[in-house]
């Protein structure tokens, strides 16, 4: 349970949800006894997406922006990007969607809302101004929940940032009390907007996963300041939280934030508690598995967080676990949605290594008619990867993307000395692209870990194309060209 007291009113309907979240649950195990016959992942079909839904609108005042030509419509999934879409924007502000959510979604649309839900039939019809950025209007089916959605989400933030000198356990009893007022927040503003029975599910989850993403977050940022690691006596008490966020994800409605809460939940399951541990507890496939399923109150999120495991592997271009594990996956993983974002990943995999010459001259630029889901100029001077491909035609590259104050670049900097080192001799350049930190620190860590190869400290100009080119969400981020210039492996 929570570490806060909560007032009569925020009681009952805290009574209320919970009932709710049972009888969903409730339903959901009796669904899982329905044996649905699934094609295995590896005959590549297309999953079933359901009905279309139509995301249309119109942008006025575009002079304000005048460089924004498009619109990025952004489906998340069990990928680092997201299922990407690009209309553009007509010479009268209009763009236009075909999408298939498969179920009651949140996506994001560039440069208009960062979170908005679309459902399959829905239609959605949206008015922006680029001179009043906030006041969004919405028309269509979907119109009430957008709006409420978007008013809220101008009043909230959601963030839970403290002083990182507090203890384990004194940032979790400042993040229960900025719940608690995030929560009487809440209350005031439906009872404001007199809001819809969707808003209120999706408003409760989404408070609910921004505490969760605090106390996820907080540890690593912790020990990278202090080297202070858990004490046993707190760990317990910091995490009493994961039996709530196993209740709050669940399949009434999908939330952008439900891949990364899940993903850190199946880290801790893997790695343990400790917030920057040496290596995995040692588990078989079948013990990690076993660790994720173990709590059978909400098979979804069972199988979200089984899902989420075998993406890492996908995330790095490589299907292998699940063709290795493929009767289990097919027999664990049940509900559509989970199966159709899964299959839309393992498919991609399969066709970037079976013909990764298309999508490398398509981020490159070498073909410009290629679609690729970024929006970048393909002709900039500053496309630097390129230029960097073509003076070194003949060897492979290996390309580490990185800036000095990322302490997960700097942990890696020993393992890409002994790579080189291993590689010494033979056709491999070594490529370190740095995007910040200073220039003085910059060539202190290549003194200090002795790195060879080639060294770039980029510009703003050329990180915010390297950002885009590549759709890279955080570094480290590493990209691999064989000796005639084709990206065949990144992330």
Not at 420 to 427: A, K, L, V
Request: proline share 5%; aromatic share 14%.
């Amino acid at each position: 349970m929570f570490a806060y007291n909560l007032n009569l009113k925020q009681m009952k309907m805290k009574n209320s949800k919970l009932l709710l979240v049972l009888l969903s649950i409730f339903c959901l195990a009796c669904n899982q006894e329905k044996k649905v016959e699934y094609a295995p992942f590896s005959a590549r079909q297309a999953p079933d997406k359901g009905e279309k839904a139509i995301v249309h609108g119109k942008i006025s005042n575009l002079h304000v922006y005048p460089h924004v030509n498009e619109v990025i419509l952004t489906l998340p999934d069990f990928s680092l990007t997201g299922e990407m879409h690009l209309s553009p924007i007509d010479s009268t502000g209009e763009f236009c969607f075909e999408i298939y959510p498969v179920v009651l979604r949140e996506f994001s649309l560039t440069p208009i809302e960062d979170r908005l839900m679309i459902a399959p039939g829905d239609t959605l019809y949206i008015e922006h101004d680029f001179s009043d950025i906030t006041n969004t209007r919405f028309s269509g089916s979907a119109a009430v929940l957008n709006q409420q959605i978007t008013r809220f989400r101008n009043k909230y933030l959601g963030r839970y940032i403290f002083d990182y000198n507090l203890s384990y356990l004194e940032f979790k009893e400042k993040c229960d009390k900025q719940l608690e007022e995030t929560y009487d927040k809440l209350e005031r503003f439906k009872d404001e907007h007199n809001t819809s029975e969707l808003f209120n599910l999706w408003a409760d989850k989404q408070v609910r996963i921004d505490y969760y993403e605090g106390l996820f977050g907080f540890p690593l940022q912790y020990f990278f300041r202090t080297k202070e690691e858990f004490a046993d006596k707190d760990k317990e008490v910091y995490y009493d939280f994961l039996p709530e966020l196993k209740a709050t994800i669940d399949n009434r409605m999908i939330l952008t934030d439900y891949y990364k809460a899940v993903s850190r939940y199946a880290f801790l399951e893997t790695f343990g508690y400790n917030p920057m541990p040496e290596e995995p507890k040692g588990l078989t496939m079948a013990e990690s598995i076993e660790s994720l399923t173990s709590d059978p109150t909400n098979p979804f999120f069972s199988q979200f967080a089984v899902a989420s495991k075998f993406s890492v592997n996908t995330q790095t271009n490589s299907t292998k676990e699940i063709d290795e594990n493929e009767e289990l996956f097919n027999r664990l993983i049940t509900d559509p949605f989970l199966r159709s974002v899964l299959q839309e990943e393992y498919n991609r995999v399969r066709d970037f290594k079976d013909n990764p010459v298309i999508y490398s001259d398509a981020v490159l630029g070498n073909k410009p008619l290629e679609t690729t889901g970024v929006g970048v100029d393909f002709q900039d001077s500053v496309n630097v990867v390129k230029h960097l491909v073509g003076e070194n035609l003949g060897n492979v590259l290996y390309i580490d993307v990185w800036a000095t104050w990322c302490p997960p670049c700097i942990v890696e900097k020993p393992h890409s000395l002994a790579l080189s080192d291993h590689f010494e001799g033979e056709p491999i350049t070594f490529i370190y692209l740095c995007m910040g930190g200073g220039h003085e620190k910059w060539k202190e860590t290549i003194n200090k870990y002795n790195l060879s190869g080639i060294h770039r400290y980029i510009t703003e100009e050329e990180w915010q194309d390297i950002v885009k080119r590549f759709s890279i969400k955080g570094i480290p981020h590493y990209l691999l060209f064989n000796k005639e210039g084709v990206m065949v492996d990144f992330g």
